[in-house]
T-cell receptor, first 113, second 113 residues
Framework: GENVEQHPSTLSVQEGDSAVIKCTYS??????FPWYKQELGKRPQLIID?????GEKKDQRIAVTLNKTAKHFSLHITETQPEDSAVYFC????????????FGAGTTVTVRA | EAQVTQNPRYLITVTGKKLTVTCSQN?????MSWYRQDPGLGLRQIYY???????DKGDVPEGYKVSRKEKRNFPLILESPSPNQTSLYFC????????????FGQGTRLTVV
């Protein structure tokens, strides 16, 4: 099955700086890659996603890039703010016949004021 | 208000005592799934369902059962809970069979002693 690896496991950034989280996946047939943010004690919430026919997607301060050849995708947060502090999870969904969603282990992001 | 509702939020039980965690969504979503979240392991999919009476195993199905008799409900059943099933459980639903995992429930923290 799909194996998703996520790095780094923790990330501390100064407010206003950028944060980058990287994930790799093993199944070349994977076609959907969402990112989730989970604040302490809360449920995961989808913040951005990308499909395999797109190389980059932006939503305000958040962007995701996908490199299908290398089988990796990244989350970029610019101009970080204290409210960006959370655990971020990447995920990959397999081919159209496999609806299993595999998650990375998560990155704890701390934005220092 | 669109939501996914899980019950109970917290549960302490003893080994071997059957239990059910309920999940209900009010968005008429076809796709529902269950995850468990453990420190350092991220979210792992237990079971998923693409529609009524259609369920399939995720990555960690052992020790769990599910049913999907109605579109809105997707209960998770632990026939004989064991301490290694102590975890935080999330139910999720999505409108798109191959797409966005948009809504998670509030989570159920289960402790098996």
């Amino acid at each position: 099955g799909e194996n998703v690896e996520q790095h780094p496991s923790t990330l501390s950034v100064q407010e206003g700086d950028s944060a980058v989280i990287k994930c790799t996946y093993s199944d070349s047939a994977s076609n959907y890659f969402p990112w989730y943010k989970q604040e302490l004690g809360k449920r995961p919430q989808l913040i951005i996603d990308i499909r395999s026919n797109v190389g980059e997607k932006k939503d305000q301060r958040i962007a995701v890039t996908l490199n299908k050849t290398a089988k990796h995708f990244s989350l970029h947060i610019t101009e970080t703010q204290p409210e960006d502090s959370a655990v971020y999870f990447c995920a990959a969904r397999g081919s159209s016949n496999d609806y299993k969603l595999s998650f990375g282990a998560g990155t704890t992001v701390t934005v220092r004021a | 208000e669109a939501q996914v509702t899980q019950n109970p939020r917290y549960l302490i039980t003893v080994t071997g005592k059957k239990l059910t965690v309920t999940c209900s969504q009010n968005m008429n979503h076809e796709y529902m799934s269950w995850y468990r979240q453990d420190p350092g392991l991220g979210l792992r999919q237990i079971y998923y369902s693409m529609n009524v009476e259609v369920t399939d195993k995720g990555d960690v199905p052992e020790g769990y059962k599910v049913s999907r008799k109605e579109k809105r409900n997707f209960p998770l059943i632990l026939e004989s809970p064991s301490p290694n099933q102590t975890s935080l459980y999330f139910c999720a639903s999505s409108w798109d069979r191959g797409g966005t995992e948009a809504f998670f429930g509030q989570g159920t923290r289960l402790t098996v002693v």
